[in-house]
Nanobody, 115 residues
């Protein structure tokens, strides 16, 4: 079955960096776009970044120039490098994939940006 397992969240000071990882299994990883979403308390889940199977990327305006999404198809893993973190980046970050008939989410990893 499809599994997405995120890791790498934590507490970081404003201006700091974190790298999130999402290990995927149960589908042909290299064939599908992978995305990161985040959800802050009391807010809707929002798209942060997407990377296609071929490596094309999309970013939300709020993270352009600060976050970088990448993938390693040999390791079935997608990454989110987050630099220059701000308090407003505090959220639970989720990995997501949409397959032909279904969409899947990871369990989420908490990112807290605070001094």
């Amino acid at each position: 079955q499809v599994q997405l397992v995120e890791s790498g969240g934590g507490l970081v000071q404003p201006g700091g960096s974190l790298r999130l990882s999402c290990a995927a299994s149960g589908f042909t990883f290299s064939s599908y776009a992978m995305s990161w979403y985040h959800q802050a308390p009391g807010k809707e889940r929002e798209l942060v970044a997407t990377i296609t199977g071929g490596g094309s990327t999309y970013y939300a305006d709020s993270v352009k120039g600060r976050f970088t999404i990448s993938r390693d198809n040999a390791k079935n893993t997608v990454y989110l490098q987050m630099n220059s973190l701000k308090a407003e980046d505090t959220a639970v970050y989720y990995c997501h994939v949409r397959l032909l008939y279904s969409a899947y989410w990871g369990q989420g990893t908490q990112v807290t940006v605070s001094s």
